[in-house]
């Protein structure tokens, strides 16, 4: 009951009027910024941090707005995935697997519909499990150290290996050359460079955001050049713009299921919205075997489980930075950071001395959920109508923003060049019909795998035992051992018709 008391207390906060007005804000311009190819929900959050301090918000009117950006731009990162195959963030690339051969058939309205209801399910089934669990999983949480992440990792880069269904060997190669991406820069524990080749601007390693335009919106461009030289340019039909009710029944399960990885992994610190996706698509992939499985060739249950997943996680992120002030993302992080500009400190005394601030968070994301729904389901048509730009209005339109993007990060021109030379190397890799998704990943998580490993190894003296020193790792150990061998298995043990 004392819970119940404190979420009414939150809810008070959130609809005041300045407030409310402000979730709304916050979650419409979150969405444009997510939908903008690269932008994702960490800039938009960063950019607006400056402003929301200057225009001198109460300390809870300026985390409500800010928040509001950032699962904005959550549901904002599908637009672009499905309709443009360009992820708006890290989390939204396993949404381009199965969106964008969606959009390609015809269905674009349908993708963008289903998605945002996955979306808002996947959200406020976090907020919820966030109200019911919260104690319960951040002391959980508490207990990963470096060899349960390093466990975690494995257990992602697992389900990475059937991303790709039949084609497992190139799937491999793409987390490997994402990995050797991770690797450039100064090694942070010996101080040496590494693939550098003596280039300054490689010292402080690569930028993410420079790979995923480069690899995504730059290789794209390339598609649509070589279309347009072909005069091949079919433009793509709209189709029906609502989700139907067998869509849902469809994905009930998929949808519930991915939510409660999306938001498990959420609340664990440092992880994020694109672990929690990538797990979701792997495990729903791994379910689907053997039952019509149509996976990244525009299937809806691989639409819905990282869409679920994604936003599950951004809300479940949440917890770890209000409860023990460690966030639970980049995102999170930029959060945490206005938290201690207003000389906030978060931490567990903060839902009993500020209940106005952290149940005042948490009640705004139920109201900006519903908003976001609200917005989104009317507005599919005008986003699916972006498929029929003519795509010698888009190429110019899609290089502009790439260009500005980028060059707006550091200033440096180097950036572009590389940018460029990354999206000739990703075109290449798409005519040779590699998959994108995998290079991605292996980027994001290979940095985080390096660290914990390289932690854990210092804890224990550079004795391997330590990855199996307690039952979370060892569960994850088994765990990444039956994802990794389990199918193999079962194809085996299979009786052959």
């Not at 089934?125 to 975690?152: H, R, T, Y």
Request: charged share 10%; glycine share 12%.
């Amino acid at each position: 009951m004392e819970t119940l008391d404190f979420l009414a207390t939150g809810f008070s906060v959130a609809l005041a009027p300045m407030n409310l007005a402000l979730v709304l804000i916050g979650c419409f311009v979150g969405t444009l910024i997510g939908s903008l190819p690269g932008i994702g929900p960490i800039n938009g959050v960063a950019i607006l941090l400056p402003l929301a301090y200057a225009m001198g918000f109460p300390p809870e009117s300026a985390l409500i707005l800010l928040a509001g950006v950032y699962y904005g731009a959550e549901y904002g990162g599908r637009i672009s995935s499905i309709l443009l195959n360009v992820p708006g963030d890290a989390g939204a690339i396993m949404t381009t697997l199965d969106g964008y051969p969606l959009s390609q058939k015809g269905e674009g309205g349908r993708a963008l519909a289903l998605s945002a209801v996955a979306s808002f399910i996947g959200s406020m089934g976090a907020l919820i499990l966030i109200v019911l669990f919260a104690p319960l999983l951040s002391e959980l949480a508490l207990k990963f150290g470096p060899s349960e992440f390093v466990w975690l990792m494995a257990f992602a880069f697992t389900c990475l290996a059937t991303m790709v269904g039949s084609r497992p060997l190139k799937t491999t190669v793409g987390v490997v050359i994402g990995l050797l991406l991770a690797t450039i820069g100064v090694d942070s524990g010996t101080g040496v460079l590494r693939f550098t080749m003596d280039i300054p601007n490689f010292y402080d390693g690569v930028d993410f955001l420079v790979v995923v335009i480069g690899m995504f919106a730059i290789s794209e461009v390339l598609i649509l050049l070589e279309n347009w030289l072909k005069n091949d340019m079919k433009l793509t039909p709209v189709g029906k713009s609502f989700v139907s009710m067998s869509d849902l029944i469809a994905v009930k399960w998929v949808v519930l299921r991915s939510t409660l990885i999306g938001f498990v992994i959420g609340v664990l610190p440092g992880t994020g919205a694109s672990i929690g996706s990538a797990v979701a698509y792997g495990t729903e992939k791994r379910f689907a075997e053997g039952n019509g499985d149509q996976f990244g060739k525009g299937d809806i249950r691989g639409l819905a489980a990282p869409e679920a997943a994604n936003n599950a996680s951004a809300a479940g992120s949440m917890l770890p930075m209000l409860t023990l002030g460690i966030p639970g993302s980049g995102t999170t992080a930029i959060l945490l950071g206005a938290l201690l500009m207003f000389n906030i400190t978060p931490g567990p005394l903060l839902f009993e001395q500020q209940p106005e601030i952290a149940w005042g968070l948490i009640a705004s994301m139920f109201v900006g959920n519903i908003a976001l729904l609200v917005m989104n389901l009317p507005l599919v048509g005008m986003f699916v109508r972006l498929l029929s730009i003519k795509q010698s209005y888009l190429v110019p339109i899609i290089v502009m923003l790439t260009f500005i993007g980028i060059y707006s990060i550091h200033g440096d021109s180097f950036d572009l060049y590389f940018m460029v030379l990354l999206g000739v190397f990703a075109f290449i890799l798409r005519k040779l019909d590699f998959s994108l998704a995998p290079v991605i990943l292996g980027l994001v998580l290979g940095k985080v795998l390096e660290e914990n490993l390289r932690r854990a190894l210092s804890i224990s003296g550079g004795e391997w035992g330590i990855l199996f020193n307690g039952p979370i790792s060892i569960s994850l150990a088994v765990a990444t051992l039956v994802a990794a061998i389990g199918p193999v298995i079962y194809k085996a043990l299979k009786p052959k018709h």
